[in-house]
Nanobody
Framework: QVQLVESRGGLVQPGQSLTLSCAASGSIITINAMGWYRQAPGKERELVAAITSGGNTNYKDSVKGRFAISRDSAKNTVYLRMNSLKPEDTAVYYC????????????????WGQGTQVTVSS
């Protein structure tokens, strides 16, 4: 059993900042990568940012320079610092982890958090 617990999002004004966190727990052997996806109403879920166990990062073009992903490997936690937020960043944000667990022969399976709403509006 693996759980991903996300921090609460919230309502912020354009230009403001917000940090999300996501902690993974359970029968984890190793975490290959963690990331954040988002889904706006009527749109498909999309990758926002991801970070590998080696520290390599990947960002959606529209958030480059504004968002920063980081991780605390000792705590199995990933953070998403969102600066200069725009109304188009409004979405439900989902944490994702690709990891290996005890009792599974797979070297990497995807797990998802429950999602947290981020609303950017004046």
């Amino acid at each position: 059993q693996v759980q991903l617990v996300e921090s609460r999002g919230g309502l912020v004004q354009p230009g403001q900042s917000l940090t999300l966190s996501c902690a993974a727990s359970g029968s984890i052997i190793t975490i290959n990568a963690m990331g954040w996806y988002r889904q706006a109403p009527g749109k498909e879920r999309e990758l926002v940012a991801a970070i590998t166990s080696g520290g390599n990062t990947n960002y959606k073009d529209s958030v480059k320079g504004r968002f920063a992903i980081s991780r605390d490997s000792a705590k199995n936690t990933v953070y998403l610092r969102m600066n200069s937020l725009k109304p188009e960043d409004t979405a439900v944000y989902y944490c994702n982890a690709n990891l290996a667990t005890y009792g599974s022969t797979s070297t990497g399976e995807d797990y998802w958090g429950q999602g947290t709403q981020v609303t950017v509006s004046s």
